[in-house]
């Protein structure tokens, strides 16, 4: 079986550049997750999707960030403009249903802003 | 107040030996408890769950709950250089929309 699949892992940019990251979830996972890493921090979460209806984004900051999950597969995550404290490591996860706490991750995609 | 805690480390043990993890979280009504491991550079991977109060054993991994006390721990036995990692322990909340949070992770470094 196929894991999470993340793209690209990594990117660097320049601050004021857009930047996004994409995501293919397990097959017939219904629910994925963006979650930000920081170095000698957890994740946390950015946004979470149950299909493609983002259920919780309280956390996304909306003035620059952005996602979708178009026909609630795949999903993209996108950031305009980056600044230099955006740098940190992008996961993506999925699980089968909302609330299990059986997260599996992608790889993730690491971004250093200059 | 961070609603996981965990202390970041390192804890360093000597290879054979039982390595034991902590972790406390602040929402009484917690319900389900997590241990991701995390090597250096990738990503986090479940290793145990535990849902009811006390032990559950799986192989070297014993995951500890006490909700009363508000803490979960893991105890990794006969600790092995490739067990050196970052634990991390997710908490599901009942009113936190479901969506683990994660502690910083206690980062674990066994020694030959």
């Known amino acids: 079986e196929a894991g999470v699949v993340q793209s690209p892992r990594y990117k660097i940019i320049e601050k004021k550049q857009p930047v996004a990251f994409w995501c293919n979830p397990i097959s017939g996972h219904n629910t994925l997750y963006w979650y930000l890493q920081n170095l000698g921090q957890g994740p946390e979460l950015l946004i979470r999707?149950?299909?493609?209806?983002?259920?919780?984004d309280s956390q996304l900051p909306k003035d620059r960030f952005s996602a979708e999950r178009l026909k609630g597969v795949d999903s993209t995550l996108k950031i305009q403009p980056a600044e230099l404290g955006d740098s940190a490591v992008y996961l993506c996860a999925s699980s089968y249903t909302g609330g299990s706490g059986e997260l599996f991750f992608g790889e993730g995609s690491r971004l250093t802003v200059l | 107040q961070k609603e996981v805690e965990q202390n970041s480390g390192p804890l360093s043990v000597p290879e054979g030996a039982i390595a034991s993890l902590n972790c406390t979280y602040s929402?009484?009504?917690?319900?389900?408890f997590f241990w991701y491991r995390q090597y250096s550079g990738k990503s986090p991977e479940l290793i145990m769950f535990i849902y009811s109060n006390g032990d559950k054993e799986d192989g070297r991994f014993t995951a500890q709950l006490n909700k009363a006390s508000q803490y979960v721990s893991l105890l990794i036995r006969d600790s092995q250089p490739s067990d050196s990692a970052t634990y991390l322990c997710a908490v599901i909340s009942r009113g936190g929309s479901y969506i683990p949070t994660f502690g910083r992770g206690t980062s674990l470094i066994v020694h030959p």
């Open positions: 929402d009484r009504g917690s319900q389900s």
């Open positions: 999707y149950e299909n493609e209806e983002a259920v919780d």
